[in-house]
């Protein structure tokens, strides 16, 4: 069975955590681990997983509400940055990325030393961004994060089992007298936000 693709954990693990050694219920946490690593996409207004490539890469287009920056979704590498100057949509000015002087800096300048990506560009060189008008920046490259960390690897794993047990547990409580009950409710789990907290994007700012 292939595993659903963009996740944040993999069946094997799930299935340790959850002492599950047969294949009977193998669909079940597939979809379970789908719905909680775009659980966590949606709580954190961010993906982990990478969307595009240097030979393919992904296009996206933004509003800049300054001549100096825009801020942008999480990049792990631009190849293209191009603008509308004169809003028809022909984004025939090409910014210099690879050549010094280059035309931009990332921010924050320190987020790559601790696996992080870029989430703002400076205007440096020969532009300024055309910031009166809207959807004029278009950029490309690599969008995302350079690899899943591990705080939502485990925090995706939590909350699969968890989605999984509910299913176990209709009326939304598991457990027994003798041992105890938890209610099982649709929210991520309180460890799972804790485990995020750090990640979790502003209005889709980064803090």
């Known amino acids: 069975m292939s595993q659903p693709t963009n996740v944040y954990t993999t069946l094997a693990d799930v299935k340790n955590s959850l002492q599950i050694e047969d294949s009977n219920d193998d669909v079940a ?13 949606e709580y954190c207004q961010r993906f982990f997983y990478q969307e595009g490539t240097l030979l393919a890469p992904a296009t996206k287009y933004y509003t800049a509400y300054s001549p100096w920056y825009v801020e ?18 022909t984004y025939s000015q090409v910014w210099n990325l690879t050549t010094p002087p ?44 350079p690899e899943v960390p591990y705080e939502v690897e485990l925090a995706c794993k939590l909350q699969a089992a968890r989605l999984f047990i509910r299913k176990q547990s209709p009326f939304g409580i598991a457990g027994s007298v003798e041992l105890g009950t938890v209610r099982l409710n649709s929210r991520l789990d309180p460890d799972v936000e804790m485990l995020l907290k750090t990640f979790r994007r502003n209005k889709g700012l980064a803090y």
């Open 29 to 41: 946490i597939q979809a379970a681990i789908l719905s909680a690593s775009r659980m966590i996409d």
């Open 102 to 145: 280059l035309d931009v800096m990332y921010e924050p300048v320190n987020n790559p030393s601790k696996g992080w990506p870029y989430t703002r560009i400076l205007a440096i060189g020969s532009y300024v961004f055309p910031y009166f008008f809207p959807q004029t920046v278009r950029v490309r490259g690599i969008f995302g994060f």
């Open 72 to 89: 942008t979704d999480d990049i792990v590498q631009l190849t293209e940055l191009a603008c509308d100057v004169d809003f028809e949509q």
